[in-house]
């Protein structure tokens, strides 16, 4: 941008801003020590924010098999950077009100943002190693300098009418009357917002030139957005079927992918679209018109044959092989080595952090240690090996019973232990109910084809951020004792630890 632009911009009073809840958010955004704690502070200052967090972790983006139900369980999903770029998309979607004199169509330029969003994410899912979140937050954000530009000019875009379904018109008529387009408003605002550089840099290099170069000399998620940016017309266009042929073409220049993943990708975008307009009170118009993308995307790509072969260059498989080691050694200094659940060591710093987090918000946490019945029998009957066996099938019974959010790890030995972030003392019988029985209906088969049925004893504690409880230690005394306690009543059952009667058995029926 050249001085007389960047003056112009400067000296508009009415450019768009983040209201306080954003602020607070692109803070923390830029912390690298934010908690998950913080982050519940400043979402849950406003209610619609975390309504709209809580729906979004319950839409098909996010599909699980049980509802998130608090606040709580939605940060543990979308983890602390996701949570926090999902609550800047929602926030900063409310930065700009429409400015009647002007031409611009908000409610278009928003369906197209939203539409960039989606096919950003779908992009980063084959060529990105960018969390999704992220890519949804920066496809959102990427023509936010078209808002700056109409406030600052309000004429600008006022004879486009219906040209506005293009976004190449909108570069046009920037370049024309400005000498400059709106990625680099956009990025030059964003930064005035203080919006981290990583999401700067590949909003400001969205409009990337249409040549193979291209695909060698431009970070991958840079290559997302500006994919994204040139697939987003299909969305709003009038002549479906020519945007769809054009974006394809155009894309391919930058962003080489099999025939089938362009239909993939346009009918996840088609068919996640509705709610998620819905979710930003965008009006879709028609909605059969999704239905219309997603068919003639199909004959298109059909009658093409677009190319099916996608070269992996060596740099790439290297860099690939050295993440994989990456992740191999981290997986290796948080799992246990037989049974891949987590080990004693990340347990402890799980149980530190939940137990902080329970008395500080007041959130439940429950614990339930687990001790293998008569394991050394086991050991001294077949063999060190079958025991083996049997911690293996214990870790994928455990696994398959609890849910994604439980943290199962393997304590030593023949001892585990569950931890049930967001579930109270109900929640937590129940989870002791289901273990004892799941553990008596699914008996281990070694591989020689004998079948051992493996009873549990089963212990819990529960907090609920009760001042008595000095530290996670004293979490810990009080399951291990309740298991104690179930082991002394008798074994295959569980017992739960209450403070007035120290522990309750629970006998269930064989």
């Given at each position: 941008m050249?001085?007389?632009?960047?003056t112009?911009?400067?000296?508009?009073?009415n450019l768009?801003s983040p209201p306080?809840?954003a602020?607070r958010?692109i803070?923390?955004?830029?912390?690298?020590t934010?908690?998950?704690?913080d982050v519940?502070d400043?979402v849950?200052i406003?209610?619609a924010?975390s309504?709209?967090l809580l729906r979004?972790?319950?839409?098909p983006l996010?599909?699980?098999?049980?509802?998130?139900?608090n606040?709580r369980?939605?940060?543990?999903?979308f983890?602390?950077?996701?949570?926090?770029?999902?609550?800047l998309?929602?926030?900063?979607t409310?930065?700009?009100e429409n400015n009647?004199a002007s031409g611009?169509?908000?409610n278009?330029y928003?369906k197209?943002s939203l539409?960039?969003a989606?096919?950003?994410q779908e992009?980063?899912?084959r060529?990105?190693?960018?969390s999704k979140?992220?890519?949804?937050?920066i496809?959102?954000?990427?023509?936010?300098?078209?808002?700056?530009?109409d406030?600052?000019?309000?004429?600008?875009y006022?004879n486009?009418d219906?040209n506005q379904?293009?976004?190449?018109?909108?570069?046009?008529?920037?370049v024309e009357?400005?000498g400059?387009?709106?990625s680099k408003?956009?990025?030059?605002?964003?930064?005035?917002w203080h919006?981290?550089e990583?999401?700067l840099n590949p909003?400001s290099n969205?409009?990337?030139?249409l040549?193979?170069?291209t695909?060698?000399d431009?970070?991958?998620t840079?290559r997302?957005v500006?994919?994204?940016?040139?697939?987003a017309?299909i969305?709003?266009?009038?002549?479906?079927?020519?945007?769809i042929?054009?974006a394809i073409?155009?894309?391919?220049?930058?962003?080489?992918l099999e025939?089938?993943?362009?239909?993939?990708?346009?009918a996840?975008?088609?068919s996640?679209?509705?709610?998620m307009?819905?979710m930003?009170e965008?009006e879709?118009g028609?909605k059969?018109?999704?239905d219309s993308?997603?068919d003639?995307?199909k004959?298109?790509?059909?009658l093409?044959?677009?190319?099916?072969?996608?070269?992996?260059?060596?740099?790439?498989e290297k860099t690939?092989?050295?993440k994989?080691?990456t992740?191999?050694?981290?997986l290796v200094?948080r799992?246990?080595?037989?049974?891949?659940?987590?080990n004693r060591?990340?347990?402890d710093?799980c149980i530190?952090?939940e137990?902080?987090?329970?008395?500080k918000?007041?959130?439940?946490l429950g614990?339930?240690?687990?001790?293998?019945?008569h394991f050394?029998?086991?050991?001294d009957?077949h063999g060190?090996?079958?025991?083996d066996e049997?911690l293996?099938?214990?870790?994928?019974?455990?696994?398959?019973?609890?849910?994604d959010t439980?943290?199962?790890?393997?304590?030593?030995?023949?001892?585990?232990?569950?931890?049930?972030p967001g579930?109270d003392?109900?929640?937590t019988?129940?989870a002791c109910e289901?273990?004892?029985?799941?553990f008596?209906?699914?008996?281990a088969?070694l591989?020689?084809g004998?079948?051992i049925k493996?009873?549990i004893?089963?212990?819990?504690?529960i907090c609920?951020?009760?001042?008595f409880?000095?530290?996670?230690?004293?979490l810990i005394?009080n399951a291990?004792e309740?298991v104690y306690?179930?082991k002394e009543?008798?074994?295959?059952?569980y017992?739960?630890?209450d403070?007035e009667?120290?522990v309750t058995?629970k006998?269930?029926?064989?």
């Open positions: 050249d001085d007389k632009l960047l112009l911009l400067r000296g508009c009073t768009p306080a809840v602020t958010i803070e923390l955004s830029s912390c690298h934010s908690t998950l704690g519940a400043a849950g406003d209610p924010l309504a709209k979004m972790a319950n839409s996010y599909a699980r098999q049980r509802k998130i139900e606040l369980q939605a940060i543990t999903l983890g602390i950077e996701g949570t926090l770029n999902i609550a998309s929602f926030s900063l409310k930065s700009s009647s611009l169509d908000y278009m928003w197209r539409a960039s989606l096919l950003c992009f980063g899912q060529i990105s190693n960018e979140d992220s890519l949804f937050l496809g959102l954000l990427q023509d936010i300098g078209i808002i700056a530009l406030k600052a000019v309000p004429t600008l006022s486009l219906e379904t293009s976004h190449a018109i909108f570069c046009e008529q920037e009357v400005l400059a387009d709106h408003v956009g990025a030059w605002l964003l930064s005035e919006i981290p990583a999401i909003i969205s409009h990337l030139p040549n193979e170069d695909r060698n431009v970070d991958d840079s997302c500006a994919a994204a940016c040139l697939m017309d969305f709003v266009a009038d002549d479906i079927e020519s945007a042929f054009n073409n155009n894309v391919e220049k930058i962003v080489k025939r089938a993943e362009y239909n993939e990708i346009i996840s975008v088609s996640n679209f509705a709610e307009a819905n930003f965008i879709l028609d059969q018109l999704l993308i997603l003639q995307a004959e298109i790509l059909i093409r044959n677009l190319s099916k072969i996608r070269e992996t260059e060596s740099l790439q690939e092989e050295l994989t080691q992740r191999e050694l981290e200094s799992h246990d080595p037989l049974t891949g659940l987590y060591r990340h347990f710093q530190r952090q137990f902080e987090n329970s008395k918000y007041e959130w439940p614990l339930i240690f687990i001790d293998l019945d050394k029998q086991v050991n009957t060190h090996a079958a025991g049997i293996v099938h214990t870790a994928k019974l455990l696994l398959d019973c609890m849910r439980d943290i199962v790890s393997r304590y030593g030995g023949e001892e585990f232990t569950v931890l049930l579930i003392k109900e929640g019988e129940i289901r273990l004892v029985n799941w008596r209906e699914n008996p088969r591989q020689n004998e079948v493996q009873t004893s089963a212990g819990a504690a609920f951020g009760e001042k409880y000095r530290d996670w230690s004293q005394r291990d309740a306690h179930a009543n008798g074994r295959d059952q017992c739960i630890f403070l009667q120290r058995p006998m269930l029926a064989s």
